[in-house]
């Protein structure tokens, strides 16, 4: 800092005080020079070991069936191979259940879908193991049974993961009935694959006096220990998870990295080398589970503005085969299927349907995606049926004041930003010009339609089951006034690390290079939640918040003393200690004194987010601390004769309160809304339907979105507003909630395919709207309107409704 710049800013506090911003401001990535050198280390980087082998999972060719036997002895001639292990060899308990212990680390007694690990073998290369382990169809005896593979069969057979779930306001049959309309329908939508860039993968390592040290590509370090632990018969110390960085996770890293950790860890135990389980990603398909599909069952009464009085909805997901986290999935989905809307009488019941298929899992959103998005479906039918703009149906049903303020499940919605939100983007991206230009554009294009559509987003944040909502850290001063952060998040790319460097280095007033936050490790912060919920951020950073400010307590405390001023006046920043106004020193100095005095330059920080509570019962509480608003405007064109569509152009608007870093959370509401884009208009999943085998398990047969799939035109803004609720320097969440923008690209493309039959038509368009399902749906519509006793009976049912 020249002299100038610095003789100004010890006269002006104001200007001060602004340069010593540390939170607020865009900031790189903490890793982003390592990225883009190829240098950030991932597990598989770490270096091998000597003595290093190499596992595979072996895999069941069968939905379901009993295992009578594995031919141990075959697998163990193959070249290269050193071991094979089954569950006969763990010595404690083979489970790896997230909630309900229903789910085995490998195959006992019976296989429950094609794709369950049976058996692991361990060789001295990957390629051996590999190929080893493919013989699963020759070795594994299986009788088979016959398999459940849909959720309507098993919702059919009442076989469920957990017990149904109610969520109850009001009396909604009542209010149907009353109601001036009325619409009944059915939808589906479809699950999706995480399709994290690193893989799951395992290493684990034999320390001494029987320990392990497991690196694990994992959301959840903690319950890898435990999983690690209790399958072993050990105690928890025994088992040292570490977890530098993940090259994504979205939830499939949660509870799912179970299986991988605990096959590394069980071989590396049993014989006393280093083993490393890195499966191929076809292998990692099958293996893994991802976001759960939804079937909906609507009955809803609406007046004349569209006004939802009461509605009733069955919500059935296919759970698969174990219970993972499908309760906690499903009560989100529950939660959030109000969106931005108050429903005065409601009645919403929840089903897990267990299958034999891969047990489905935590994906960005959780359920909240799933059950918002069967009231923005309803919103759009109603609209059409009105022959309203969807937007005004929209915010006619949006939350209000008082009573029209509370939940289904009773919390206030504090700090409702959703109207003012939503009609600052309505002006910015000139959605009405717009749409009135697209609705003359439509009239004199025969085969290319275009469509618009504006959504909402109001997303609760918090873990829904109270006490995983606590964290802790560590905080380390050295003398030279660098500092180290260890906190019980993890790093997936999301900038978690970043945003808590930056809460450090402004509470200890220091320069953001000074702080280095090292890997997140089970032997520095224990029993800790997952990376998940949108939560990273509010947890850990106010726990190292908590332990850096006790830091500088002890430390305004001493210069106090040491310097006779008094400890009000006394401010850190830019590593520089002001003593009052007239006297500055350099923090270095300030610390080598109080080192030289014995004052404790570590701390450790711990917090718990207040005010929640949840009855899972009665299905009421307050589940969240606060809410994190958005809305969306796409415009897209759709070809009629082929189904395909492009996106043109997205204005996004996004609530996340005073932002600790816009660089990151820009990034990350534009990657989520791409994220939903791609769920629903392009990542389609497919299964057999009578082996149950996964059809699309590797990326020449499951599309992902590309750049090239971004609109041409993206504005994407944050929304002025400071969190309600005592956030981390009253920000909000950001990693979840912009998904659900994703939202406005569906409802566009309906719009579009709406427009063929002049809006006369519902159109009955599948999620994800693939090019087969838009032409599927465009057919629908062209066949409804083809006769005019068609359209008349078309209009006639509208009416009457």
Same mark, same amino acid.
């Given at each position: ?189 479809? !699950? ?47 088992? #040292? ?7 994504? !996770? ?258 200890? !007033? ?30 850990? !950073? ?18 106090? #003393? ?240």
């Amino acid at each position: 800092m020249n002299r100038a710049v610095e003789s100004f800013l010890s006269t002006d506090p104001a200007a001060a005080a602004a340069s010593a911003a540390r939170v607020g401001v865009p900031r790189a990535h903490e890793s982003a020079h390592l990225h883009v050198a190829g240098a950030a280390q991932y597990v598989d980087d770490i270096p091998e070991v000597a003595g290093t082998l190499h596992a595979a999972l072996g895999l069941s060719p069968v939905a379901h069936g009993t295992l009578n036997a594995v031919d141990v002895a075959a697998l163990r001639s193959q070249p290269g191979v050193v071991a094979v292990l089954t569950a006969a060899d763990i010595p404690g308990v083979n489970d790896c259940g997230a909630i309900h212990h229903d789910e085995p680390i490998l195959a006992a007694g019976q296989v429950m879908y094609l794709g369950q690990a049976v058996f692991a073998v361990i060789a001295t290369d990957r390629e051996s193991a590999r190929r080893a382990a493919a013989l699963a169809k020759k070795v594994l005896d299986i009788t088979p049974l016959a398999p459940v593979l849909t959720a309507r069969e098993a919702h059919a057979r009442g076989q469920y993961v957990v017990p149904p779930m109610h969520m109850v306001r009001g009396d909604a049959q009542a209010a149907i009935a009353a109601a001036p309309h009325r619409l009944r329908d059915t939808f589906t939508l479809g !699950g999706q694959e995480q399709f994290y860039l690193e893989g799951q993968i395992s290493y684990a390592v034999p320390q001494e006096d029987g320990c392990l040290k497991v690196h694990c590509s994992t959301q959840h370090p903690s319950e890898m220990q435990h999983v690690v632990a209790h399958m072993l018969g050990k105690a928890k110390h025994h088992v #040292q998870v570490e977890c530098r960085r993940m090259g994504g !996770g979205f939830g499939g890293k949660e509870s799912q990295s179970a299986v991988f950790a605990g096959v590394a860890a069980l071989a590396a135990f049993k014989l006393g080398r280093p083993v490393k389980l890195r499966p191929d990603r076809d292998d990692d398909f099958m293996v893994t589970g991802r976001r759960h599909p939804f079937e909906f069952s609507v009955d809803v009464g609406f007046d004349d503005e569209g006004r939802l009085l009461g509605v009733e909805v069955d919500m059935l997901t296919n759970a698969g085969w174990s219970a993972d986290l499908s309760s906690a999935v499903m009560g989100r989905a529950l939660c959030h299927f109000d969106n931005a809307y108050w429903l005065p009488n409601v009645a919403m019941h929840g089903y897990c349907a267990r299958t034999n298929t891969q047990s489905n899992t935590a994906f960005r959103g959780f359920g909240g995606p799933q059950g918002a998005y069967a009231v923005e479906h309803i919103m759009d039918t109603v609209a059409r049926r009105l022959g309203r703009d969807p937007l005004a149906v929209r915010r006619a049903n949006f939350y209000g004041v008082g009573e029209h303020n509370v939940t289904p499940y009773g919390q206030t919605v504090e700090g409702n930003v959703m109207a003012p939100l939503a009609a600052e983007l309505e002006a910015t991206s000139n959605y009405q010009a717009r749409r009135a230009d697209i609705a003359a554009w439509n009239a004199t294009s025969p085969v290319l339609k275009r469509g618009i559509a504006l959504t909402p987003v109001k997303f609760g944040i918090s873990f829904n089951v109270q006490h995983l909502n606590q964290a802790g850290a560590l905080v380390h001063l050295y003398s030279d006034g660098s500092c180290l952060v260890n906190h019980g998040g993890t790093e997936m790319g999301q900038g978690l690390n970043t945003k808590v460097a930056q809460v450090v280095a402004q509470e200890l !007033g220091l320069s953001f290079e000074r702080i280095r936050v090292t890997a997140t490790d089970t032997f520095k912060v224990v029993n800790t939640s997952a990376t998940a919920a949108s939560t990273g951020s509010d947890l850990n !950073g106010k726990a190292a918040q908590d332990a850096a400010r006790q830091i500088r307590e002890r430390l305004t405390a001493f210069a106090a #003393q040491k310097h006779g001023c008094d400890a009000a006046e006394i401010r850190f920043a830019n590593d520089q200690v002001h003593l009052g106004a007239e006297r500055r020193m350099p923090l270095d100095d300030l610390l080598l004194e109080a080192y030289l005095s014995r004052v404790q330059l570590w701390s450790d920080g711990f917090y718990a987010t207040p005010g929640l509570s949840w009855d899972p019962k009665a299905m009421k509480g307050r589940p969240f601390y606060y809410y994190a608003f958005g809305a969306a405007v796409s415009e897209v064109v759709v070809d009629t004769l082929t189904g395909e569509s492009k996106l043109l152009r997205t204005d996004l608007l996004h609530d996340v309160g005073k932002s600790l870093n816009p660089a990151i959370d820009l990034g990350q509401v534009e990657g989520g809304f791409v994220q939903g884009m791609g769920w629903l208009t392009m990542e389609e999943l497919i299964w057999h339907p009578k082996t149950g085998a996964l059809l699309t398990h590797a990326p020449s047969t499951y599309k992902i979105p590309t750049a090239n799939d971004a609109p041409a035109v993206f504005n994407t803004r944050l929304f002025d507003n400071s969190n309600v609720a005592d956030s981390i320097h009253r920000s909000k969440a950001v990693g979840e909630p912009p998904l659900l923008l994703g939202f406005s690209v569906w409802h566009a493309i309906r719009d579009a395919v709406s427009s063929v039959g002049q809006h006369r038509v519902d159109p009955p368009l599948r999620a994800p709207a693939t090019a087969e399902a838009v032409l599927d749906a465009v057919d629908a519509v062209r066949a409804a309107i083809a006769t005019p006793a068609a359209v008349a009976a078309a209009v006639e049912a509208v009416e009457a409704q």
